[in-house]
Nanobody, 120 residues
Framework: QVQLAESGGGLVQAGGSLRLSCTASGNGFSIDVMGWYRRPPGKQRELVAEITSSDSTTYSDSVKGRFTVSGDKANNAVYLQMNSLEPEDTAVYYC??????????????WGQGTQVTVST
């Protein structure tokens, strides 16, 4: 079983920065994609950014140029550096990974979520 541990959320003023961290633990797995989603108040969960095992990145249009996703393959970790935060970035942020347990068995798992609140 693969588990995720997230950290780094909190309260910040508009224009400020936060860094989220997520580490995967378990046995016998490989990771294909690691990333971050968020659920703003009253809205659906949405993709924020993700990075593949070949270091290809994808960002939502709303965070391009402000957020940076990065990975640490050696430690099965993914980070989200969030700069120039806006009140619209307020949400619960979830780490998500997809990978393989065996050549035929894939998996996907979510972190518990961390609250990010941006005040005006």
């Amino acid at each position: 079983q693969v588990q995720l541990a997230e950290s780094g959320g909190g309260l910040v003023q508009a224009g400020g920065s936060l860094r989220l961290s997520c580490t995967a633990s378990g046995n016998g797995f490989s990771i294909d994609v690691m990333g971050w989603y968020r659920r703003p108040p009253g809205k659906q969960r949405e993709l924020v950014a993700e990075i593949t095992s070949s270091d290809s990145t994808t960002y939502s249009d709303s965070v391009k140029g402000r957020f940076t996703v990065s990975g640490d393959k050696a430690n099965n970790a993914v980070y989200l550096q969030m700069n120039s935060l806006e009140p619209e970035d307020t949400a619960v942020y979830y780490c998500h990974i997809r990978g393989k347990l065996t050549d035929e068995l894939s998996f996907g798992t979510w972190g518990q979520g961390t609250q990010v609140t941006v005040s005006t």
